[in-house]
């Protein structure tokens, strides 16, 4: 027990706590909440363990849910708040590599505590008792270690999904693996093919947004990437020769990272903006490689990666979008059509994420020609500004005329009224000062003109 250590517990858990203790029994918060207490962090969740069964718990509090009483979990309801409430347990065999088969309540702390992932996540708090620490989480904070409560390999045979969580916890708060760890992780690695996408999913995004996301050349080394994501395992094995770079490509996607806030998003292009690299590359004579139409490769395979990852439709068409895309106009010196054409192509709800991603490629790429590449890249982002702030049409939906008001003008609906109001936008892409409903109606009419001559000409 240790007594230094002073955790602001909120009032309602601590109401929980003091019911249960109240009643005879043990009772701390536990795990998460206690490790970013320690770390100066808010926790989101505030979970409770306890001497209690399940029935004794809801037997002390008016409104509870049975959340997993097969575990031993009940969570207890203070106003709209829940807060899970857990019997001291052992685990019974694991079966799938994630989940135990049963579970054996227990009087004692230290064998529940024992049953955790890892030390930093494997301490207790009461106010009474203060920090229970028994398996060195302190001292593993304060010398920034990630490691496994007492045998890695049993831990991860366990749950397998704990290798990653290892990883994503290392990243998370800069730490380093212990090397028994580590050595463990890397061994049984091929565990995690047993885990399902979505819990992959959820922790390699943790790992992407975190403080280090090129902690993921962590997963790499530990042959954790291989499992999941062999894609990019070719990538860190595919040289970029070339006066543009100076990084392998998986080097190259990593260094990238960096360079983009920590938005979900915007990680997973900068993970897919070069996949498809070693999928097109070619070298000459001299060693020199090239990558021709990498973006389009890398966009499809990022959208097949993303499915067999189970991410959500939308989150995959973006990033897949700006996958696609991240190399477009690099060798064009822009005017306001060109810009404004490219917003039409890419879609205004991407372009702003599309120049930020070209600037963490650049940025991650060697030194020749920086300075260049960045000036024409300020200058696509200002005339874009300018463009916005301008209100000029970008797409169908500034148009001036609609469909329905070339209908009201004689057009019949069907394809060529579509043909027709693309035709509009171009010119307007072209000219904003075209985009009114006079003009356009105008141009509208000259095209069915044009039309009408065309078809007495083929007669």
């Known amino acids: ?48 363990t306890t001497s209690a069964r399940p029935e004794q718990v809801k037997a002390l509090f008016p409104h509870t849910v049975d959340t997993g009483l097969q575990h031993g979990t ?20 694991y079966e799938d590599c994630r989940h135990p088969e049963n579970v054996t309540f227990t009087p004692s702390l230290r064998e529940d505590l024992q049953r955790r992932d890892l030390t930093i996540n494997a301490m207790a708090y009461n ?29 991860f045979r366990e749950d397998a999904l704990r290798i990653l969580r290892a990883i994503r916890f290392s990243a998370q708060l800069g730490y380093v693996i212990e090397e028994g760890t580590r050595k463990a992780a890397a061994e049984l690695a091929p565990l995690l093919s047993k885990i399902s996408a979505e819990r992959i999913q959820t922790e390699l995004v943790k ?42 490509v998986g080097e190259h996607i990593l260094a990238s990272l960096g360079y983009v806030e920590a938005d979900r998003v915007l990680r997973l292009a900068m993970l897919f903006h070069d996949i498809g690299k070693p999928e097109v590359m070619t070298a000459d004579t001299d060693g020199t490689t090239h990558f021709h139409g990498h973006g389009a490769v890398g966009a499809a395979m990022a959208n097949k990666i993303m499915k067999r990852l189970r991410f959500d439709n939308d989150t995959a068409a973006m990033v897949c979008r700006l996958v696609q895309y991240h190399d477009y106009g690099n060798a064009l010196d822009p005017d306001k059509a060109a810009v404004r054409k490219a917003v039409n192509r890419i879609g205004e709800d991407a372009f702003s994420l599309l120049l930020q991603v070209k600037r963490a490629d650049i940025m991650a790429q060697s030194d020749f020609q920086r300075e260049e590449k960045l000036e024409l890249l300020e200058r696509w982002g200002r005339l874009y500004e300018e463009i916005v702030a301008d209100g000029q049409c970008m797409s169908l939906k500034d148009l001036a005329v609609t469909g329905r008001d070339l209908i009201g003008a004689g057009w019949e609906p069907g394809r060529k009224l579509g043909v027709v109001l693309q035709k509009l936008l171009e010119l307007v892409l072209e000219r904003p000062d075209c985009n009114t409903r006079e003009r356009l109606l105008e141009e509208a009419a000259h095209y069915a003109q044009e039309a009408s001559e065309e078809a007495s000409l083929n007669l």
């Open 127 to 155: 106010e009474e008792q203060g920090l229970v620490d028994i398996f060195g989480g302190m001292e593993d904070i304060s010398e920034g270690i990630v490691r496994c409560v007492g045998d890695p390999r049993e831990r």
């Open 207 to 248: 790992l992407l947004v975190s403080p280090h996301p090129e902690y993921l050349r962590l997963a790499y080394e530990c042959k954790v990437t291989a499992v999941f994501l062999p894609e990019f395992d070719k990538a860190m094995e595919t040289p970029q020769r070339h006066p543009h770079h100076c990084y392998s």
């Open 74 to 93: 009940v969570t207890v309801m203070m106003g709209r708040e829940g807060f899970e409430v857990t019997t001291y347990r052992i685990d019974g065999k």
């Open 1 to 48: 027990m240790r007594h230094d250590v002073k955790i602001n517990i909120p009032d309602k858990a601590k109401d929980v706590i003091g019911t249960i203790m109240a009643a005879g029994f043990e009772a701390y918060v536990v795990g998460g909440c206690v490790r970013d207490s320690v770390l100066g962090r808010t926790p989101e969740d505030w979970d409770i």
